[in-house]
């Protein structure tokens, strides 16, 4: 293949001292013992006590002294257990109690990896022939925990990206507000997750009124949980209800951070082993309006649940969950608007071939039709996308990934139809990118993968991870890859 493919000499590595202040929490009996010794201490004691915690970590994270009091904030109920009235507790003693409830997690000490692109919703103060551009990144911590973050920077005439400052202090939303649910699509994302139980979920709904919050619907698992004997199997039911609701939710950032200070990290049951793999795209309705939309997929530890967040400005996000029958599996990708009046997603059902769906609501999946099945040899074992179809006037460029011998990721591309996206009219027989061998390192070997790319200058730009530990960008010529795609079907 004569495509010529440039990587460019930048690496996005994992860096330990990028740390959020995470609320820590132990058990009742050793939390009370703390606030218990707290407590106990003379005043002058407290202030000697706080002033070198203050001293030593307001340089790390933004009014940490506000952090501090948010987390005192989440255990006050125990200081009742102690008969002790929380607001009779002087500040300084309150924080210095919120101090022992913190601690620090360093959100990409392990990797940082599998990036997507999009341009930036603020162009002001760019040349006409550069971009402004956000890269998104799931960056893994302590315990292999995932969340999403940020780096942004300006694309040049020859498409070298300059990295723009890199804010220090990282944070996560400085409000999460929880969602409020319709019984009915509810039920019936409940039964789409094919879970069974002898007894049904309307012991615990039918005590709701049509609409209910995330708070109304625990207050009635806890009284099921008083009137039922547990077994196993209700339990799991509970745990089930409770997994779901806790999946919708909003996030606000502070406006005095910058972009690469905001930290989605993990906060439903759902996602509490980490946000994977983020595919952002800048959508266009109907009305030319901007909306960018990320699919990803939650982790508990053990069940995985696509989701789905959009946002307009980076400060403010939604999350949602996705629902339909084809709403089961890793990798949907968002076409970047409606094709035919429909929403279009790429997804694979079945983990091994890409598929294509279409929807009258963006957040509800039913049916998919089959795209593209492993057929070169170095995408046998599975194959699947790298993000969101990119619009040409040549068809619909996909990246894609195959997996082959030694479980080598690679990536590939196909080309669809532009009127009718279910057809595909181009196809790489040989790799795109394969790993050479500073790549083949990582925390996982022999990976390349990216979760999306874009164009800009008549280049194909392509942000990827190697082996699962750091990322860099390459980009090749769109026209002289479209030239090689339409040669091949």
């Known amino acids: 293949m004569s495509i010529n493919l440039k990587r460019k000499n930048i690496k996005f590595s994992p860096d330990p001292s990028h740390v959020i202040a995470r609320f820590l929490f132990i058990t009742e009996e050793r939390a009370m013992s703390t606030i218990r010794s707290v407590l106990g201490m003379p005043e002058e004691e407290v202030s000697k006590a706080l002033s070198p915690v203050l001293r030593d970590f307001s340089l790390r ?8 009091e948010k987390h005192f904030n989440k255990i006050a109920y125990l200081c009742v257990k102690l008969n002790v009235d929380p607001h009779s507790i002087h500040f300084s003693r309150k924080i210095l109690i919120g101090s022992y409830f913190t601690m620090e997690y360093s959100i990409e000490s392990a990797a940082f990896f599998n990036p997507s692109i999009v341009e930036h919703p603020d162009q002001s103060e760019v040349l006409p022939d550069e971009k402004r551009v956000i890269l998104s990144f799931r960056a893994t911590g302590e315990g292999h925990i995932s ?17 723009e400052p890199i804010g220090n202090m990282l944070e996560e939303a400085e409000h999460i507000r929880r969602y409020i649910y319709d019984k009915k699509p ?12 002898t007894i049904p979920s309307e012991i615990v709904l039918n005590k709701l009124n049509e609409e209910f919050t995330y708070d109304e619907l625990s207050k009635c698992i806890d009284d099921a949980k008083q009137s039922l004997q547990l077994t196993s199997d209700k339990e799991l039911l509970f745990n089930q209800l409770t997994w779901l609701a806790s999946s919708h939710y909003e996030l606000d950032f502070s406006l005095d951070t910058n972009i690469s200070e905001r930290v989605i990290f993990p906060v ?24 960018y939309y990320a699919t990803y997929t939650a982790y508990d530890g053990t069940t ?9 400005d980076f400060y403010h996000f939604r999350i949602l969950p996705v629902h339909g029958e084809i709403a089961q599996n890793k990798g949907m990708a968002l076409f970047p608007r409606k094709v035919n009046g429909k929403y279009t997603m790429l997804c694979r059902l ?59 990721y690679s990536l590939g591309a196909i080309l669809l139809d532009l009127n009718d996206p279910t057809k595909v009219i181009g196809r ?23 979760c999306g790319s874009m164009v800009n200058n008549n280049d194909l730009i392509i942000p990827y991870a190697m082996s699962d530990l750091a990322s860099t960008y390459a980009t090749v010529d769109l026209k002289e890859l479209l030239v090689e795609l339409k040669k091949q079907v």
């Not at 009258?360 to 179809?389: D, H, M």
Request: net charge negative; glycine share 6%.
């Open 61 to 68: 994270h933004r009014n940490i002294s506000k952090i501090f």
């Open 147 to 163: 969340s999403i973050v940020f780096r942004t920077g300006v694309m040049d005439k020859n498409n070298h990206l300059i990295i």
């Open 186 to 197: 509810f039920k019936e994302k409940l039964e789409e997750m094919n879970f069974h139980s």
């Open 268 to 291: 439903s049951s759902n996602e509490k082993n980490g946000i994977e793999d983020a595919r952002f795209v800048k959508f266009i309705d109907e009305n030319k309006e901007a909306t």
């Open 304 to 312: 995985i649940l696509p989701k789905m967040l959009d946002t307009k």
């Open 350 to 408: 079945d983990g091994f071939n890409n598929y294509i769906a279409f929807s009258e609501n963006i957040n509800v999946w039913r049916e998919a039709k089959l795209l593209q099945t492993p057929k070169y040899s170095w995408e046998f074992v599975q194959i699947g996308n790298c993000g969101s179809p990119i619009e040409t006037d040549e068809g619909w460029l996909v990246i894609t990934h195959g997996v082959g011998p030694m479980r080598e």
């Open 428 to 450: 790489l027989k040989s790799p795109l990118l394969m790993p050479n061998e500073e790549e083949r390192e990582g925390y996982v070997p022999n990976v390349v993968y990216s």
